[in-house]
């Protein structure tokens, strides 16, 4: 039986049935389906003056994600396929694996932005990384509505700790892939391409989305849980958004904004048109955690003031537990 040639359209729809099954086997695989997680609140800290930002903009800042607090977040990542690549040196497919360690560093730095939420609404590393030491708030939004909010796309992506289960879902997700490719090997001319190289190309990019949802043991306090926007020339294209800059001590940031679809309104309404029932969603905001270096009485009265002036009704406002003064 003649091979078939390989083309880009072939390539391409190689790609999406790979994708596709990856997709359909995950949930059902015993290894894979740890990366899925539930919660019913996610927690966003910010200053007095971050809050009044996000609920009148109805946005928030999006950050590049190779500059986020943990400045060796990808690193960690990239080391933790090369101890997976470790684990399985004793498969048949050792050339394919070595090709993975030899062109790990081919990865791109990712052009993905990201917000980040935590499932814990009041903590201590928290309070102090991002809650503007104890005087800021944390914001409760209704997990299943936050998303949905927006008016582009967002992925979402529970953030794993525990380095055994990130080890198990790299060497996972390595055996799957191989295993797709071998299936289909002498299906193709591969047109003189290195067969073994082609793949460890496309685990390690695959890989690379995988690995943005690993931090260190380290950070396991923070709960993290992110919204994602991808930037890669597929469903969204550079151009797209602007990409805004600011300066820290240290760095000039890449970040750019999302806002959602009451936000998008606002933007192109006439300044008399009334405000339509249905296709608008707020964001889900259902609660507020007032820090623990805030006169807990007279801030919630502003607070309070201030939600009813924006529409918001019915948002829990409480103190936060922590013991923490400064």
């Not at 903590?123 to 998303?147: C, H, M, P, V």
């Not at 700790?161 to 996972?172: A, M, N, R, S, V």
């Amino acid at each position: 039986m003649e091979k078939e040639t390989i083309t880009n359209e072939t390539w391409t729809e190689i790609q999406g049935n790979l994708f596709q099954e990856l997709l359909i086997n995950s949930p059902k695989n015993e290894k894979l389906n740890k990366r899925f997680g539930s919660c019913d609140t996610l927690f966003h800290y910010t200053s007095l003056n971050g809050f009044i930002s996000i609920i009148e903009t109805q946005s928030f800042y999006c950050t590049n994600v190779n500059f986020l607090n943990d400045s060796k977040e990808f690193k960690y990542g990239e080391e933790t396929i090369l101890k997976a690549v470790e684990n399985l040196k004793t498969n048949e497919n050792s050339s394919i694996l070595e090709k993975i360690k030899n062109n790990i560093e081919l990865q791109l730095k990712s052009d993905k932005y990201v917000t980040c939420f935590s499932k814990e609404g009041d903590s201590l590393s928290q309070w102090r990384a991002y809650g503007n030491d104890g005087k800021g708030i944390s914001l409760g939004f209704e997990f299943s509505d936050l998303t949905e909010s927006f008016d582009k796309y967002l992925t979402g992506s529970h953030i794993e700790y525990d380095e055994k289960t990130q080890l198990e879902i790299i060497e996972e997700f390595i055996r799957l892939i191989i295993e797709f490719y071998k299936k289909i090997e002498d299906k193709y001319n591969w047109n003189g391409q290195d067969f073994n190289n082609l793949v460890s190309k496309v685990i390690i990019k695959f890989l690379n989305n995988v690995i943005h949802t690993y931090k260190h043991p380290s950070f396991i306090d923070e709960k993290e849980y992110r919204l994602q926007l991808e930037i890669d020339g597929n469903l969204y294209k550079k151009g797209d958004f602007d990409i805004l800059f600011k300066s820290s001590e240290n760095l000039i940031i890449p970040y750019t904004i999302i806002k959602n679809s009451y936000s998008a309104y606002l933007e192109t309404k006439e300044p008399n048109e009334t405000e339509p029932i249905f296709g608008l969603k707020r964001l889900p905001l259902n609660k507020i955690i007032i820090g623990p270096n805030l006169s807990f009485d007279i801030v919630k009265i502003g607070l309070e003031q201030f939600l009813t002036n924006k529409g918001y009704e019915n948002v829990e406002i409480i103190k936060s537990e922590v013991p923490y003064r400064k």
